[in-house]
Each structure stands twice: as C-alpha cells, then as structure tokens.
C-alpha cells in the first residue's frame, strides 16, 4: 500500500495585522484563512497578535501575546520591535511549517533557513506615486516590501497588472510572482435591480491616493443638473479630509452590513482612485447590481472589463460625466455587473496560493 504523502505544512505570519484598520488586505487575509482551511493536504497554522485573537476563521491559530499590533507609526515599530526581540520564541512556534506565508508583507520574523518563504506583494504604489508617502515610509517599504520580494522563493500579487510592474520595476522574475485575483462571495450579494436612491457612493479610506477631493469636485458639476444627487462616503480615516460640503455624508466605519444595503441602494458607485493593486469596492458593488464609474488607473481596467464606465481620475470634469452615464444607464451596466463579478472567487484565490506555496518548495 502506498503511504499517503505528507501534508504541506503552512505557517501564515500575520503578526502586523491591525484589525479594522487595514482595508482591502484585511479582506483579502481573512477570506484566505476561511478558503485554506479545507484544502485536503494542507495544514495551515495562522500566527496573529494579542489584538486578532479569533481572526483565523477556517485555519488553526497562535496568538502571539508579545505582540501586540497598532495601526500609528509608535505601534508599528513597537510591533517590529517586539517580534525581533522574541523572534527566536516566534520562530520556534512556527518551525514545524515547510512554508512561512507573509499575507501583510512584512516579513517577520524571517524563518528559519529551511523553510521556504512567500510574501504576497499586493501593489508598488510607493515606486509609482511616491510624492504621497514620507521618507519614512519610502524607506520603511524599500527595507520590508522590496528587499523582502527579492529574496521571496515567491511572491504572490493580486492583478496581471501589479505583476507586471514588479517585474518592471523590482525585476522579480516572471515565474516567481503568482498572481491570485482577490474574489466575491456572490451569496453575501443580494442584487437591487429595481429603483434605486439620489446618492453616489465612495467605500474608501482617505487616503491620498483615494482621491476624495476631485471626486467631491466631480460631484459639485453633477450638482447642477441634478442636485438632489449627495455622495456617501465610508472607510477609515475620513476626518484627514477637513470640512466636506453639506451634502456630502461622511459615515465613517462601517459594519458590513451596512455596506451591503448602501451598495444595493445608491444609485452609482464612483471609484476615483489613482492606483490600487486590485480594488475591491467596485467588485463588491457590481456583485450588488449597483452601476459603477471607475478610474482608469491600476488594476481597475482589469477588474472591471467593459461592466463599468471609465475615466481620467485627474478630471473632474470626465468624473462627473461618466457618474452620469452609469447612473442613466444603471440597467445594462447592474446586468454586466454581476456577470463580472462571478468570474472572480476566492475559491480561484485560494487555489493560486496553493500553487504558489508548491512552487516555493521547488524554489526552495
């Protein structure tokens, strides 16, 4: 009888995971606990700070007490600090892993010297618009993003299009970097296609590269022809953008549930972004049946397909345009919508990350 091989060991070191506060990653790591959990072969182990204990739904998890996460500069380095000063502690809860997964990145602590090392690498916004982050921050990802995707047996990005500019930019070769689309539950989505309301909606933190204020602008021109029309903003971080219209509604942090029943019942999505590596609001909203206007940066092209109306993110004027077109022609667009968002599953994603820890063996 031939013995069954041995299952592949994965240790997920999440160790910089600040809970609420980490946007579209934190989306992406919890929905890949969930998905890894039932994969026949494989034995994941998740390693999180004092402040996740329960994130890892799906896969085993190690609460590290000496660490304790924090979305401030001051927390972040006492993160690092703490996971140098107890990396030999850390590092021997994690050495029964033949692979050590970095989902945020940051690569610590390193891993033992046998054991194969992936770091999902979700964009190089610092390398395209580096006017909107500090020196600090420029070296900080320079030192843990970059250094740590080169030496990576394999990096795993989340569109065509930041794998493409890592090769161009960090010269990664091709074979290393494994692309795993982020996904939709489509059973999480009831679709509206009926009536909708007088609101444009923007789930974002405010960011720079969000790009709040030429949307606010985009919204002022739509106003004049249609001034019933309010923008509802969501996302961490929105008081970063000072005194806002009275039309404008700033909500804040919300809970999923509210999110759902704002996509199913605003009359469009605007997506303005200048870069993301994936951007999962206007899959979440297509899922919703809600029209979307995106930008044309990024990956957002590759997302979306022919299912929602682009433009030049740098012009208001093109933004309020395009709001306007997929507001009037909601129905062709909700119906594109959801056809494109059931092309890309988490089941996808995690089948991807699979593929890449195999690779990183071989690499090894």
Known sequence: ????????????????????????????????????????????????????????AGVREVVVDSVRGGGSTGRRIATLAATSVNARTIRSAMSGADVVHYPFTVTVPRPAKRQAVVQSLLDVQHLELPDMFGRAELLYRRHF???????????ITISEFAKRRMVELLGIAPDRIHVAHLG?????????????????????????????????????ILRRD???????????????LGDLPDWVDRRGL???????????????????????????????????????????????????????????????????????RAIDDGERLSAGGMAQAAR?????????????????????
Not at 36 to 49: I, Q
């Open 254 to 324: 919300v809970s999923p549930e509210e999110l759902l029943g704002l996509y199913r019942s605003a009359a469009a999505l605007a997506f303005p972004s200048l870069y993301e590596g994936f951007g999962l609001p206007p899959l979440e909203a297509m899922a919703s049946g809600c029209p979307a206007a995106v930008s044309h940066a990024g990956s957002i092209p590759e997302v979306c397909g022919d299912a929602a109306v682009v433009f030049d993110p740098m012009e208001p004027e093109d933004m309020a345009a395009s709001i306007a």
């Open 145 to 155: 993003y970059e250094g740590a995707a080169k030496t990576a047996d394999a990096v």
């Open 184 to 220: 939709v539950d489509m059973d999480r989505y009831t679709p509206n296609l009926g009536p909708r309301e007088n609101f444009v909606l923007y789930p974002a933190r405010g960011w720079a590269h969000k790009n709040h204020a030429r949307l606010i602008q985009a919204m002022a």
């Open 226 to 240: 249609r001034p019933e029309l309010r923008l509802v903003l969501t996302g961490g971080a929105l008081d970063t």
């Open 1 to 56: 009888m031939t013995r069954p091989a041995d299952p592949l060991r994965v240790a997920l070191s999440m160790l910089t995971l600040v809970p609420g506060g980490m946007g579209g990653s934190e989306t992406y790591a919890r929905a890949l606990t969930a998905q890894l959990g039932g994969v026949a072969g494989l034995d994941v182990t998740a390693f999180v700070p004092r402040t996740a204990v329960g994130f890892s």
């Open 344 to 364: 890309f599953t988490w089941e996808s994603c995690r089948d991807a990350h699979v593929t890449a820890y195999r690779r990183a063996i071989e690499q090894h």
